[in-house]
């Protein structure tokens, strides 16, 4: 027989092993506390312009738990000025989350492969940073290129993608943009569904593929709680958190007006990042609200209007 631990005891071991359950007053363990993803702040998203350390101090000082990385900058550093940057982002706690992808994959051949011949530098650089997360988005649709040859291009040039970065330990995150407003726009319309993303990385067939999952793709998608569900934990590489303005009909909401998240709880995001917490994800969730007055603010305000609108949100899981 198993001995019995005292609630002292339990909640002494579940932090122990980085669970860090919350106990109830009657004792049962609270599951919608055990998020292992990280708040994290990417200053662009909000349109805050910062080098890498000021984006690690706005993270720092406003409780982020992880900030996004900046291959470019990490390029110009020596080996002793990175290192300084980690141990500055270690004597702050803080983690990296995922980098942009900087190579033109959707314009003509000799764009992508001029592109493709400086990912090994950057994938370099963001290994060397400890890095091992980048993410991107897929064009919901194309004016002469039909689903099937749009399907084939993507799969041919991300694979070769992957392949750099995989030599590196980074992961890549592929974003599928929702809105019928968007993929309606085009005459072929592409990928805009969680469904077909999934397809799209199998076509890929790289270990180290996966999905960037957004609230506001989910919800214009009409996708729900059981798709997130579908999901493992290690199929998802980075996430980003948004609500969506009143009184406008799903079908008519626009890709570029968006707001942070709880701002009006259209989006169930109770339920998304709940549903993240029970499939174990483990990487960045960041706002991505393309909100024009935040990005008239001050950066020390933007950050701190996006910060306590992440915690919100997080407050949700309790």
Known sequence: MLPTLSRRELLGG???TGLALRISRDGAVDESAARKFTVDLVCGNIGVRARLPEAIALAHRYGFESVAPDAGYMKSLSENQLSELRADLTTKKLVWGAAGLAVDFRDTESSFQDCLRGL???AKALERAGVSRMGTWISPGHNSLTYLSNFKQHTSR???IAKALRD???RLGLEYVGPKTSWSATRYPFIHTMAEMRELIAAIDQPNVGLLVDSWHWYTAHETEADLLSLKGAEVVACDLNDAPAGI????QKDNTRDLPCATGIIDLKAFLGALV?????GPVRAEPFKADLRRLSAEEAVDRTAKAMKRAIELLH
């Open 168 to 170: 590196h330990g980074i």
């Open 120 to 122: 090994p530098d950057d």
């Open 249 to 252: 009909p799903i079908d008519e």
């Open 278 to 282: 029970k499939i174990g994800y483990d």
């Open 158 to 160: 991300l694979r070769e």
């Open 14 to 16: 579940l932090i122990g």
